[in-house]
């Protein structure tokens, strides 16, 4: 069953424009859970799949695999989850310039339709394909409970894992950097503005040290291409309400992203010297830089299919690929070609959709078929 390229364009956008209009964020539970079941019933139908639901501290996901299967060879995996726009009405699509425009839609509800759609052509097309398929719905809020549950707690392996949630078409990810996320507070002493000797200000305080973490982390600039550690201040925070009032406590949070060879505990141990006495901190996500070791065959398919070299790249942000990656499991990270991501302009380019679609469906052939051409 050969589609033609018209029809498989057709059928990767409606699928797209299917998932953006459901608002699958953090803050609507009711809607991640609706847009599991628009997925199951792809998944479904498709003969000799099991799908097996999963939930870890309320977060639901999914496995897909064929009958008998523990193992796949290869695992696609995807999230359906999205970041939150602050209206609802946001969740829409459109089409202009050769592209899909919406929220998620480059992140990742475009290349999750690519999965469904390759995934149920694979498996309708041959019997017993050690194919598996996984989707999660917390990596915009860290995959605590979805890839990393699966892969430490449940036990899921497999030889390879796909992501496409990172790279670009001819660029494939093969070190990713870590994250620290941290929660900064500071206790002081209330007093009238007007006699500032009488108070102890935590808020001047926490501005202080941040521009002395700012002053720091400028002095570890290195390369052009940004590989260096990266400290931004996210939020400031007081519960004062008065502006004559000196207030007495102030808290503020921190993004903080670093290549190997530096690791999550120098990092906090820089930070926390950097900051110095009377500040707390909070780890609220932390993640060791991770290096990928992508399958060589599918540096060659994506240079065969789309006619270029495929380069070897790095991510500043983090995926879900850590916590396969952390395992030894090679992962594949590129994805069609994407812009403005998290941001209401999110745009996902549709021709790479099908070509990536292409490289996908080839690269899965020669992997999984013996012999294929
Ligand atoms: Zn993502």
Same mark, same amino acid.
């Given at each position: 069953?050969?589609?033609?390229?018209?029809?498989?364009?057709?059928?990767?956008?409606? /699928?797209?424009? !299917?998932?953006?209009? %459901? =608002?699958?964020?953090? &803050?609507?539970? $009711?809607? @991640?859970?609706?847009?599991?079941?628009?997925?199951?019933?792809?998944?479904?139908?498709?003969?000799?799949?099991?799908?097996?639901?999963?939930?870890?501290?309320?977060?639901?996901?999914?496995?897909?695999?064929?009958?008998?299967?523990?193992?796949?060879?290869?695992?696609?995996?995807?999230?359906?989850?999205?970041?939150?726009?602050?209206?609802?009405?946001?969740?829409?699509?459109?089409?202009?310039?050769?592209?899909?425009?919406?929220?998620?839609?480059?992140?990742?509800?475009?290349?999750?339709?690519?999965?469904?759609?390759?995934?149920?052509?694979?498996?309708?097309?041959?019997?017993?394909?050690?194919?598996?398929?996984?989707?999660?719905?917390?990596?915009?809020?860290?995959?605590?409970?979805?890839?990393?549950?699966?892969?430490?707690?449940?036990? /899921?392996?497999? !030889?390879?894992?796909? %992501? =496409?949630?990172?790279? &670009?078409?001819? $660029?494939? @990810?093969?070190?990713?950097?870590?994250?620290?996320?941290?929660?900064?507070?500071?206790?002081?002493?209330?007093?009238?503005?007007?006699?500032?000797?009488?108070?102890?200000?935590?808020?001047?305080?926490?501005?202080?040290?941040?521009?002395?973490?700012?002053?720091?982390?400028?002095?570890?600039?290195?390369?052009?291409?940004?590989?260096?550690?990266?400290?931004?201040?996210?939020?400031?925070?007081?519960?004062?309400?008065?502006?004559?009032?000196?207030?007495?406590?102030?808290?503020?949070?921190?993004?903080?992203?670093?290549?190997?060879?530096?690791?999550?505990?120098?990092?906090?141990?820089?930070?926390?010297?950097?900051?110095?006495?009377?500040?707390?901190?909070?780890?609220?996500?932390?993640?060791?830089?991770?290096?990928?070791?992508?399958?060589? /065959?599918?540096?060659?398919?994506?240079?065969?299919?789309?006619?270029?070299?495929?380069?070897?790249?790095?991510?500043?942000?983090?995926?879900?690929?850590?916590?396969?990656?952390?395992?030894?499991?090679?992962?594949?990270?590129?994805?069609?070609?994407?812009?403005?991501?998290?941001?209401?302009?999110?745009?996902?380019?549709?021709?790479?959709?099908?070509?990536?679609?292409?490289?996908?469906?080839?690269?899965?052939?020669?992997?999984?078929?013996?012999?294929?051409?």
């Amino acid at each position: 069953m050969i589609q033609s390229s018209k029809d498989l364009q057709r059928r990767l956008v409606a /699928l797209t424009r !299917d998932l953006i209009l %459901i =608002p699958s964020d953090a &803050s609507h539970p $009711e809607d @991640i859970t609706r847009c599991f079941e628009f997925i199951i019933n792809h998944v479904e139908s498709i003969d000799n799949i099991t799908v097996k639901k999963y939930c870890h501290c309320d977060v639901p996901s999914l496995v897909a695999l064929p009958k008998n299967v523990r193992k796949p060879k290869v695992l696609l995996c995807g999230h359906l989850d999205v970041i939150t726009h602050s209206d609802v009405q946001r969740y829409r699509s459109h089409i202009a310039d050769g592209r899909i425009y919406g929220p998620g839609s480059a992140d990742m509800k475009g290349p999750l339709a690519i999965l469904l759609e390759i995934f149920r052509n694979l498996h309708t097309q041959y019997e017993n394909l050690p194919l598996g398929l996984v989707i999660t719905s917390d990596e915009e809020r860290g995959g605590e409970s979805g890839i990393r549950f699966l892969f430490d707690e449940i036990g /899921l392996r497999c !030889d390879v894992a796909m %992501i =496409p949630d990172g790279g &670009s078409l001819n $660029e494939i @990810i093969v070190e990713e950097k870590g994250i620290l996320h941290l929660k900064i507070q500071c206790h002081g002493h209330s007093a009238h503005a007007a006699r500032p000797w009488l108070g102890n200000n935590p808020l001047e305080r926490l501005v202080d040290a941040a521009s002395r973490l700012r002053n720091n982390f400028e002095s570890l600039k290195q390369d052009e291409d940004h590989w260096y550690p990266t400290c931004v201040l996210t939020n400031i925070r007081t519960p004062n309400q008065s502006i004559n009032r000196i207030p007495s406590e102030a808290e503020g949070t921190l993004d903080i992203r670093f290549p190997a060879p530096y690791n999550v505990n120098e990092m906090l141990n820089h930070v926390c010297k950097i900051l110095g006495e009377g500040i707390d901190i909070h780890t609220l996500i932390s993640a060791e830089p991770t290096r990928l070791s992508p399958d060589s /065959l599918y540096l060659s398919v994506t240079e065969e299919i789309t006619g270029k070299p495929a380069n070897l790249g790095k991510e500043d942000g983090g995926s879900d690929a850590r916590f396969v990656g952390r395992l030894n499991i090679p992962v594949i990270v590129s994805r069609p070609i994407v812009g403005e991501l998290h941001s209401e302009r999110e745009w996902i380019d549709i021709s790479t959709m099908e070509t990536f679609y292409c490289i996908y469906e080839l690269y899965l052939k020669r992997k999984l078929l013996k012999r294929e051409k």
